[in-house]
């Protein structure tokens, strides 16, 4: 099974601090997604990669950036933390051989608060 | 972007109760997802609807994608505990990207 593997489950952050979130996957997937959920929210997108140095601003890219030197490790990067900021951050990946809808695999959550 | 309005927010049930929830759309959607996220974890594939009327099955869990392509609904038969999570759902479009519904919370009452 695809493992999708998010570096810490819970982060404290002071307001104005540069915060990396990590994830790793272990499928050689092409496709990796950072969301953002909020209660009534759903599950919103960040930004996404299709590739290694590749990226792609999803639908609430402010405040956000990313990094993908490897094809297995995507990193979601807040420059500044605010404390609008604070939520449950989903990594998930994706395979272009998976071809079916399925084929998103999540991590288990960044939860991040900013105080 | 699109929005998948998902109804109810929440449901406090009992145990041994039917459950029933759904997604409705602006938009025409090519593929219907449902995921279930227990607490701590990530969101997990329940079920995957490809053409306009499909009814899918996954022992007690029945979702349908509705023939206009804008909407879906998950039924639950027969809750038990273990049902307790955050129902998404999913529309995935042309480009091979999901929009996510806002989820219903489920909660059983023993």
């Known amino acids: 099974d695809v493992k999708v593997t998010q570096s810490s489950r819970y982060l404290v952050k002071r307001t104005g601090e540069k915060v990396f979130l990590e994830c790793v996957q272990d499928?050689?997937?092409?496709?990796m997604f950072w969301y953002r959920q909020d209660p009534g929210l759903g599950l919103r997108l960040i930004y996404f990669s299709y590739d290694v140095k590749m990226k792609e601003k999803g639908d609430i890219p402010e405040g956000y950036s990313v990094s993908r030197e490897k094809k297995e490790r995507f990193s979601l990067i807040l420059e500044s933390a605010s404390t609008n900021q604070t939520s449950m951050y989903l990594c998930a990946s994706r395979g272009l051989e998976t071809g079916g809808a399925g084929g998103y695999t999540f991590g288990s959550g960044t939860r991040l608060t900013v105080v | 972007g699109q929005q998948l309005n998902q109804s109810p927010q929440s449901m406090f049930i009992q145990e041994g109760e039917d459950v029933s929830m759904n997604c409705t759309s602006s938009?025409?959607?090519?593929?219907w997802l449902w995921y279930k996220q227990d607490p701590g974890e990530g969101p997990v594939l329940l079920i995957a609807?490809?053409?306009?009327?499909e009814l899918t099955s996954n022992g007690r869990l029945t979702a349908q994608f509705g023939i206009t392509r804008k909407d879906s609904f998950l039924n639950i038969s027969a809750s038990i505990p273990s049902d307790v999570g955050i129902y998404f759902c999913a529309g995935r479009n042309a480009g091979n990207m999901l929009t996510f519904g806002g989820g219903t919370r489920l909660m059983v009452k023993p």
């Open positions: 938009s025409i959607f090519n593929t």
């Open positions: 499928m050689d997937h092409e496709n």
């Open positions: 609807l490809y053409k306009a009327g």
